[in-house]
């Protein structure tokens, strides 16, 4: 459009190339065509402005935060330096860099790499009515499906018959999962096949394996044992999470080259949190770097204790508390938490500050032995969103830090403890209950170190 120019009389000529459209307007819409054309820059500006604040709400009050970080991203930056002093490493990518690191490190005497318990499979948003997905964990591979009417169900992914992914490709019939290869049938609940579409009659002894699954406070948990043993105990509903009561606000993943052990072990480990996690959340997460002085007017000052639980075994309770302080002096934020373990995977966080409450959960599954999917979800009342997702976002920043040491670290079965150091034996005794006499132990293999 050239031009437009409107007459007192309502009457306005819109100018085209090559030719003039006369048209006569009712007066509202002269009156917006005059508003606009007369509309001062800075009305536009603060529209604009308008727009962008409006965008920035939603974004941290109504969309969940999803922070996802690979291996790669988190641990390794300092390979990019050039000042690691490994010859190997000159001219190679990160990811390289980062494989070859795997490879180099040395490992030390591990304990089983797949302890028995209940794991993460999937979130439960992951997986909607009439879905399967696979899923590698724990040494095995695994076909999730959720039926129409809600219910879930783990099977051995590999058909019997001829070793077809079921979970690819495979589609769910009522409360069977059907293999894409040959059309066979299994019931979710039990595994047995229930139709050959080109047999006269089903084998009896035709089944695949089924895995003991459970799915609360938004996961799907697999039960694993070396033993075959079944479950005795599992992980509860938290009401105001099952009720929909709290929202949901948010989640983060990382994976971690790591043994599995590493990272529950944090729970006893008291003294780590005032050394690593004392300096400024916003000095980031890379260590080298987190006592920058420019990020020193706050500190972050931790207590703890860690003891197991004397009523439920499997269970182990860690309560600390959390400050923030101006200039190591003017406490500004409170913070206690309520850290109970359940398991060998699976950690619920009740956070309690003077805003009010929220959860953290956080499952481990192990991807392969020495690689390890870490997932922290939040939930708290719906006038705690912004809060919520701070609080992931400084949550995810100080699980980077402890990352960057899991990544590079040697497992050491008979540590050098000092007498503050013995919740770090008490946590490691009562962990050792999830390992039993079939457990599966590490095998190195040198030309399998990628993920």
Same mark, same amino acid.
């Given at each position: ?65 999803? =922070? ?47 302890? @028995? ?40 992914? =590999? ?64 039960? =694993? ?40 072990? @944090? ?7 005032? !050394? ?33 639980? !004397?009523?439920?075994?499997?269970? !182990? ?16 934020? @409170?913070?206690?938490?309520? !850290? ?5 995977? %699976? ?31 939040? =939930? ?30 040697? %497992? ?22 999830? %390992?039993?006499? @079939? ?13």
């Amino acid at each position: 459009m050239d031009s437009l120019n409107v007459s007192s009389a309502g009457f306005y000529k819109t100018w085209w190339p090559g030719h003039v459209l006369d048209q006569h307007l009712p007066p509202c819409v002269f009156n917006v065509a005059e508003m606009v054309i007369n509309t001062q820059p800075y009305t536009w500006m603060q529209i604009l402005l308008v727009v962008l604040v409006l965008g920035v709400l939603y974004y941290y009050l109504v969309l969940p935060m999803n =922070y996802v970080k690979n291996l790669s991203e988190v641990g390794y930056g300092h390979l990019l330096d050039g000042g690691v002093g490994l010859a190997q490493l000159k001219g190679k990518t990160k990811r390289e860099m980062v494989r070859e690191v795997r490879r180099m490190r040395k490992i030390g005497s591990l304990p089983p790499v797949y302890p @028995n318990g209940w794991f993460m499979l999937l979130e439960s948003d992951n997986l909607g009515p009439g879905e399967v997905k696979h899923v590698a964990a724990l040494g095995e591979n695994f076909a999730v499906f959720r039926t129409q009417e809600g219910v879930v169900h783990v099977l051995d992914a =590999y058909c019997p018959h001829l070793g077809a992914n079921m979970a690819v490709g495979g589609a769910v019939r009522g409360d069977c999962l059907e293999c894409p290869f040959h059309g066979w049938r299994f019931k979710g609940e039990d595994g047995k096949c229930t139709t050959v579409p080109y047999s006269e009659k089903v084998p009896d002894f035709a089944k695949v394996k089924r895995w003991t699954s459970y799915e609360v406070n938004k996961f799907i948990f697999v039960w =694993y044992h070396a033993e075959g043993e079944e479950p005795n105990w599992r992980p509860s509903p938290i009401p105001q999470i099952e009720s929909g009561e709290w929202k949901y606000r948010g989640r983060n993943e990382f994976l971690i080259n790591s043994h599995i052990e590493e990272i529950p072990e @944090n729970g006893g480990d008291v003294a780590h949190l005032n !050394a690593i996690h004392a300096p400024n959340v916003m000095a980031g997460s890379d260590l080298r770097f987190i006592e920058r002085l420019v990020f020193s007017f706050a500190r972050h000052v931790w207590s703890a204790q860690w003891q197991p639980c !004397a009523d439920a075994p499997y269970q !182990a309770t860690m309560h600390l508390h959390h400050e923030v302080r101006l200039f190591n002096k003017v406490p500004v934020v @409170n913070m206690d938490v309520r !850290a109970e373990q359940i398991g060998p995977a %699976y950690v619920e966080l009740h956070l309690k500050s003077s805003f009010g409450t929220m959860t953290i959960l956080q499952t481990v599954t192990p991807v392969e032995p020495l690689l390890q999917k870490l997932v922290h979800r939040i =939930y708290c009342p719906p006038l705690l969103s912004l809060f919520a997702t701070f609080t992931l976002y400084a949550e995810s920043i100080m699980v980077e830090r402890d990352i960057m040491v899991w990544n590079h670290k040697k %497992y050491i079965d008979k540590p050098l403890l000092v007498k503050e150091d013995h919740s770090i034996r008490r946590h490691r005794r009562w962990y050792s209950q999830f %390992y039993s006499e @079939n457990s599966p132990q590490f095998s190195f293999q040198k030309d399998n170190m990628d993920w």
